[in-house]
Nanobody, 124 residues
Framework: QVQLVESGGGLVQAGGSLRLSCAAS????????MGWFRQAPGKEREFVAA????????HYSDSVKGRFTISRDNAKNTEYLQMNSLKPEDTAVYYC?????????????????WGQGTQVTVSS
């Protein structure tokens, strides 16, 4: 069993930055694809970014491309999401997720483990 715990959320002004972290425990994430999703009030959970174990493949949603950077430290069993140039529309609960599959997946159903979420609020 894998437990994921996000941290780093908070309140920031538009144009600011935040760095989210997701620490995994229970087992090593060797071979897992890691991803970030977000869910705003009244909206469905949406894909933000994902990275494979080898870090050779990364993918971003169009809405965050060029502003967000996903990374992972396999030795620390941790993934990160650096968020720059934040906009009010980035306001959401952000979730990290882990998938046993080795590819990049864009749908939540492909991920096996989830964190509890961390709130990101961007004020205008």
């Amino acid at each position: 069993q894998v437990q994921l715990v996000e941290s780093g959320g908070g309140l920031v002004q538009a144009g600011g930055s935040l760095r989210l972290s997701c620490a995994a425990s229970g087992r090593t994430l060797y071979g897992y694809t890691m991803g970030w999703f977000r869910q705003a009030p009244g909206k469905e959970r949406e894909f933000v970014a994902a990275i494979t174990w080898s870090k050779s493949s990364l993918h971003y949603s169009d809405s965050v491309k060029g502003r967000f950077t996903i990374s992972r430290d396999n030795a620390k069993n941790t993934e990160y999401l650096q968020m720059n140039s934040l906009k009010p529309e980035d306001t959401a609960v952000y979730y990290c997720a882990a998938s046993l599959g080795g590819n990049i997946f864009f749908v939540a159903e492909k991920y096996d483990y989830w964190g509890q979420g961390t709130q990101v609020t961007v004020s205008s």
